[in-house]
């Protein structure tokens, strides 16, 4: 989903001193949080006190036959198209297998492995770029870590280093940083299910070429996001949960 943010705007290793950038393995998440699930987010610009809807988030989450699957349906208020994402990740241990991305503005493939292959086709400039990049690290799919965001294992003062594969002509490609900076006790108040207890968490990455921030508020209970403060190129965001009926 981070990925998405990028996209259209240009249009357990536990904490210590000298932490290692978490990367795909058997147990990096508890298993518990990682079930079949869709859910809806609307996505706001912030300008000063008001908030200006841009869009809506659509995510379904599968996992079946040994993988987990990620969707994600992004329908803009002034577009008729879709932006659809799509991951696909081992369940075992979360290593990333495939990644496409389509819109308007360009078609993505990847396919990932010691050597991601795959192609990049600029609409707008009707290019297309064969990819053949080799990479020297483990790493995870640069879609599917912000859902990694919401499945780790927090404590007070958590602070981790985690190695994603991004994708970006306009920014940068190959295995890039993302960095919880800090996790601390809150609440959120939700419409439909009260006062909720949840984790805030900070982190920020580099996708996009620069440095975003984005605050998480994910449920201690039930893992469930229910909201994401974003700041990336000068901009504030909101991502705020459709709670079911």
């Known amino acids: 989903m ?5 996209s259209l705007l240009v249009t357990v290793s536990l904490c210590s001193s000298a932490q290692d950038k978490l990367a795909p393995a058997k147990n990096v998440v508890d298993k518990k949080w990682l079930t079949s699930q869709q859910f809806q987010m609307i996505w706001y610009f912030l300008k000063d006190t008001a908030r ?3 869009g809506r988030f659509s995510t379904e989450i599968s996992t079946v036959s040994g993988k987990l699957t990620l969707i994600t ?4 208020k002034r577009s008729n198209a879709p932006w659809i994402d799509s991951s696909i990740a081992l369940l075992k241990n979360l290593q990333p ?16 492995g010691n050597v991601v292959t795959g192609y990049y086709k600029d609409k707008t400039k009707n290019s297309m770029t ?3 990049d080799t990479t020297h690290e ?9 859902s990694l965001v919401s499945w780790l294992p927090y404590k007070e003062g958590y602070k981790q280093d985690i190695a994603i594969y991004d994708y970006n002509p306009s920014g940068k490609i190959g295995v890039i940083k993302a960095s919880i900076q800090d996790v601390k006790e809150g609440t959120f108040q939700s419409d439909r299910s009260g006062l909720r ?6 982190v920020t990455d580099e996708l996009g070429g620069g440095e975003s921030s984005n605050i998480y508020y994910i449920d201690s209970v039930d893992r469930r996001l229910w909201k994401q403060e974003i700041n990336t190129a000068g901009r504030k965001m909101l991502m705020q949960r459709v709670e079911d009926n």
């Open 130 to 132: 064969v990819i053949s």
């Open 73 to 76: 349906r992004v329908t803009m």
């Open 138 to 146: 483990p790493y995870f799919d640069s879609n599917l870590y912000p």
């Open 2 to 6: 981070k990925w998405l943010f990028t």
């Open 197 to 202: 207890k949840v984790w805030v968490v900070t």
């Open 52 to 54: 200006i809807e841009a």
């Open 97 to 112: 297998v495939y990644h496409s991305s389509y819109n308007a503005q360009r078609d993505m493939v990847l396919n990932f």
